[in-house]
């Protein structure tokens, strides 16, 4: 037990793509930097620009898919001790978050670093799931959290989330911003070109000559945040409506507003008008079947002869949106399941396109029994990115969540294996 009611908490959310570090009780976190390093300490965007031999940008997880799986605890040591330094957070309780499948040991190593490393006064993780749901003020909720690894649905009620009806999908943010990516180039006829604010010390002097192709494969981090970097630009400008049931590409051009240019970072400009089928990249959130090509192609997807086993871990699915929340809500109990309808909570970085919401309504509207009633939830702009990190905010600064934090006395008397006690 912490007692207190402002502790001034440090909150601290680690994505596949982004991680962000802040006070409790603030809006938005005040650091938020790309989950890169290098070997020789440099975290974020100082990392992309590090160029000395053997000192390339690495990023922190492994697998996209697993994400809650720490594998090279060096490195997130390393994130977490220049992160606090950066923010002038010593000696204060800190929450971490974990998206409720990492392995049963993996919290008792994180207990251990904070207090022995990082002599933190109290300690607490959360889930994510259950801080999106907090940041909209819904303590039950089914979350569907659309990130750059990936595409996650966990029911969650009373605040507590139900791990065994949780799902998982590989179609995420990243995903989509490649199959982006290769129409761009098809249409182009060359490969993307990049001119990023940063670019590797010692390297291109001319920023429009620094294509892809021509990046080493020791700097595979650093070309994959410039091609996301770029992608994302281009969803932010201009927009893409998911309100099409079938993909007709009559449909589509007619919705595209005239004069319709992107400018590529080398200056290369590419009419949307001309190029319709780049608005339909999103749709791959919800074509069925396993996906074994270009998904903006408006034609049916050809699974035949694509690998349709079932996936080593059952929660690990390559599904449409919409029936991954599905088969989440099929797996929790049946008194829930149209509360958790009525409260569907859409966050994460992949899922700010325009009408994403009203396409999930509609399509889960459509698989659920007259009798259920679907309301999706979601913050607005920045909001629905920093969701989790929002709802950690909250948390910590309420006075009757100071009584949960696991305390440096608690841990010297009992040691970390009250950690898997204290955070179920």
Same mark, same amino acid.
């Given at each position: 037990?912490?007692?207190?009611?402002?502790?001034?908490?440090?909150?601290?959310?680690?994505?596949?793509?982004?991680?962000?570090?802040?006070?409790?009780?603030?809006?938005?976190?005040?650091?938020?930097?790309?989950?890169?390093?290098?070997?020789?300490?440099?975290?974020?965007?100082?990392?992309?620009?590090?160029?000395?031999?053997?000192?390339?940008?690495?990023?922190?997880?492994?697998?996209?898919?697993?994400?809650?799986?720490?594998?090279?605890?060096?490195?997130?040591?390393?994130?977490?001790?220049?992160?606090?330094?950066?923010?002038?957070?010593?000696?204060?309780?800190?929450?971490?978050?974990?998206?409720?499948?990492?392995?049963?040991?993996?919290?008792?190593?994180?207990?251990?670093?904070?207090?022995?490393?990082?002599?933190?006064?109290?300690?607490?993780?959360?889930?994510?799931?259950?801080?999106?749901?907090?940041?909209?003020?819904?303590?039950?909720?089914?979350?569907?959290?659309?990130?750059?690894?990936?595409?996650?649905?966990?029911?969650?009620?009373?605040?507590?989330?139900?791990?065994?009806?949780?799902?998982?999908?590989?179609?995420?943010?990243?995903?989509?911003?490649?199959?982006?990516?290769?129409?761009?180039?098809?249409?182009?006829?060359?490969?993307?070109?990049?001119?990023?604010?940063?670019?590797?010390?010692?390297?291109?002097?001319?920023?429009?000559?620094?294509?892809?192709?021509?990046?080493?494969?020791?700097?595979?981090?650093?070309?994959?945040?410039?091609?996301?970097?770029?992608?994302?630009?281009?969803?932010?400008?201009?927009?893409?409506?998911?309100?099409?049931?079938?993909?007709?590409?009559?449909?589509?051009?007619?919705?595209?507003?005239?004069?319709?240019?992107?400018?590529?970072?080398?200056?290369?400009?590419?009419?949307?008008?001309?190029?319709?089928?780049?608005?339909?990249?999103?749709?791959?959130?919800?074509? %069925? /079947?396993?996906?074994?090509?270009? #998904? $903006? +192609? =408006?034609?049916?997807? *050809? @699974? %035949? /002869?694509?690998?349709?086993?079932? #996936? $080593? +871990? =059952?929660?690990?699915? *390559? @599904?449409?949106?919409?029936?991954?929340?599905?088969?989440?809500?099929?797996?929790?109990?049946?008194?829930?399941?149209?509360?958790?309808?009525?409260?569907?909570?859409?966050?994460?970085?992949?899922?700010?396109?325009?009408?994403?919401?009203?396409?999930?309504?509609?399509?889960?509207?459509?698989?659920?029994?007259?009798?259920?009633?679907?309301?999706?939830?979601?913050?607005?702009?920045?909001?629905?990115?920093?969701?989790?990190?929002?709802?950690?905010?909250?948390?910590?600064?309420?006075?009757?969540?100071?009584?949960?934090?696991?305390?440096?006395?608690?841990?010297?008397?009992?040691?970390?294996?009250?950690?898997?006690?204290?955070?179920?």
């Amino acid at each position: 037990m912490f007692c207190g009611d402002e502790t001034g908490a440090y909150v601290v959310e680690t994505g596949w793509t982004n991680s962000r570090f802040g006070w409790g009780g603030a809006a938005d976190p005040c650091l938020q930097i790309p989950t890169l390093l290098t070997h020789k300490g440099s975290i974020g965007l100082s990392a992309l620009n590090s160029n000395e031999n053997g000192n390339h940008a690495t990023r922190i997880f492994d697998n996209p898919n697993n994400t809650s799986e720490i594998t090279n605890w060096d490195a997130w040591e390393t994130l977490m001790s220049q992160s606090i330094s950066q923010t002038l957070c010593s000696d204060r309780p800190i929450l971490t978050m974990d998206p409720g499948f990492s392995p049963p040991d993996q919290k008792e190593t994180q207990t251990e670093i904070m207090f022995e490393k990082f002599q933190a006064p109290a300690y607490f993780i959360s889930h994510n799931a259950a801080l999106s749901a907090f940041s909209l003020g819904r303590h039950t909720a089914m979350v569907v959290d659309c990130g750059g690894g990936g595409n996650v649905a966990t029911p969650v009620i009373d605040g507590i989330v139900l791990k065994r009806s949780l799902r998982r999908s590989v179609r995420g943010g990243d995903f989509l911003d490649l199959q982006l990516k290769e129409v761009i180039e098809k249409k182009t006829g060359k490969p993307l070109a990049v001119r990023p604010e940063r670019l590797p010390s010692g390297k291109y002097k001319s920023p429009t000559n620094a294509h892809l192709s021509s990046l080493s494969a020791s700097e595979k981090a650093y070309r994959d945040f410039c091609v996301h970097a770029s992608m994302t630009d281009f969803k932010k400008s201009h927009g893409v409506s998911l309100q099409f049931a079938k993909v007709d590409m009559r449909e589509v051009s007619g919705l595209i507003p005239d004069g319709s240019v992107y400018e590529l970072p080398d200056g290369t400009p590419v009419n949307v008008n001309e190029h319709p089928d780049l608005y339909v990249v999103p749709e791959a959130m919800f074509m %069925e /079947g396993p996906l074994t090509k270009t #998904p $903006s +192609d =408006p034609a049916p997807m *050809d @699974v %035949e /002869g694509s690998d349709q086993s079932a #996936p $080593s +871990d =059952p929660s690990l699915l *390559d @599904v449409p949106l919409h029936r991954l929340a599905h088969s989440a809500l099929s797996e929790a109990d049946v008194d829930c399941r149209k509360e958790l309808l009525m409260n569907l909570v859409l966050c994460g970085r992949g899922s700010r396109f325009s009408g994403l919401d009203t396409r999930l309504n509609k399509e889960l509207t459509a698989m659920t029994p007259s009798t259920f009633r679907v309301k999706v939830a979601s913050g607005k702009g920045e909001e629905r990115s920093n969701a989790s990190w929002i709802g950690g905010s909250i948390l910590t600064s309420l006075g009757s969540f100071q009584q949960l934090w696991l305390s440096k006395a608690e841990y010297d008397e009992y040691g970390s294996t009250l950690a898997v006690q204290r955070f179920p």
